[in-house]
T-cell receptor, first 110, second 116 residues
Framework: EDQVTQSPEALRLQEGESSSLNCSYT??????LFWYRQDPGKGPEFLFT???AGEEKEKERLKATLTKKESFLHITAPKPEDSATYLC???????????FGAGTRLFVKA | GAGVSQSPRYKVAKRGQDVALRCDPI?????LFWYQQALGQGPEFLTY????????KSGLPSDRFFAERPEGSVSTLKIQRTQQEDSAVYLC??????????????FGEGSRLTVL
C-alpha cells in the first residue's frame, strides 16, 4: 500500500536555526514527490516537485532533496513567516491519486 | 477570479441532512480534485475529474458521497444523509495538466463542514 510518513510531527526553532523535515514514502512506482506549505485556515500551497532520486530543488530558504525512500525539506536560517505546516505527498505511476502525509507543523520564534 | 473558489466556506448541518459544496476551478484547468482533510491530518483523496469525466472515485468513503463536473468547469460535491464522521474540511484543487502529474495543484481555501 502506498504510504507517506512525515517526521517530526512538530518542530520549534529559533529564528536563524536551520533544520530539516523528513518524509519517508513507500509507493509502487513513483511518478512524483511533492512538497506543499499550508497556513491555518488555508488550502495547501505548492512548493516543489521531485521526480527522481538525487534531484534537488531550491526556493528562497527552502531546499528539497529526494532519495529512493525519503525526501528532506531543509530550512536554512528560518524566519517567523516560515511558520506553517509542511506537507509531503506522492503520486504513483498509473494513477491520479496524490497521497499526503500528516504534515510537520513548524514554529519559528523571533 | 485568479484562484480556486469554494463555497460555502462554512457549513453546519444536522445529522441526516444533505449538503452540496461548490468548487470553481481556475479557468482552463483540465484537472479537478476533491480532498477531505480532518483536523491535524493531511488531505485525503476523494475523486478526480479530467474535464467532465470522473476518472477516479476510489476515495469516496461511501455511496452517500457524489461528485459531478457536468461542463468540465464548476464541480459540486454532494453528501447525502450527513453523519458526524463527515465533519471535515473539503478541499478542491485544480491543475492545468491532465492527472496533475506535475504536482502543481492549486487549492481553494476549503469548505469546513460541521455535522451536529
Amino acid at each position: 500500500e502506498d504510504q507517506v510518513t512525515q517526521s517530526p510531527e512538530a518542530l520549534r526553532l529559533q529564528e536563524g536555526e536551520s533544520s530539516s523535515l523528513n518524509c519517508s514514502y513507500t509507493v509502487s512506482g513513483l511518478r512524483g514527490l511533492f512538497w506543499y506549505r499550508q497556513d491555518p485556515g488555508k488550502g495547501p500551497e505548492f512548493l516543489f516537485t521531485l521526480y527522481s532520486a538525487g534531484e534537488e530543488k531550491e526556493k528562497e530558504r527552502l531546499k528539497a532533496t529526494l532519495t529512493k525512500k525519503e525526501s528532506f525539506l531543509h530550512i536554512t536560517a528560518p524566519k517567523p513567516e516560515d511558520s506553517a505546516t509542511y506537507l509531503c505527498a506522492v503520486q504513483a505511476t498509473g494513477g491520479f491519486k496524490t497521497i499526503f502525509g500528516a504534515g510537520t507543523r513548524l514554529f519559528v520564534k523571533a | 477570479g485568479a484562484g480556486v473558489s469554494q463555497s460555502p466556506r462554512y457549513k453546519v448541518a444536522k445529522r441526516g441532512q444533505d449538503v452540496a459544496l461548490r468548487c470553481d476551478p481556475i479557468s482552463g484547468h483540465v484537472s479537478l480534485f476533491w480532498y477531505q482533510q480532518a483536523l491535524g491530518q493531511g488531505p485525503e483523496f476523494l475523486t478526480y475529474f479530467q474535464n467532465e469525466a470522473q476518472l477516479d472515485k476510489s476515495g469516496l468513503p461511501s455511496d452517500r458521497f457524489f461528485a459531478e463536473r457536468p461542463e468540465g468547469s464548476v464541480s459540486t460535491l454532494k453528501i447525502q444523509r450527513t453523519q458526524q464522521e463527515d465533519s471535515a474540511v473539503y478541499l478542491c484543487a485544480s491543475s492545468l495538466v491532465a492527472g496533475g502529474i506535475t504536482g502543481e495543484l492549486f487549492f481553494g481555501e476549503g469548505s469546513r463542514l460541521t455535522v451536529l
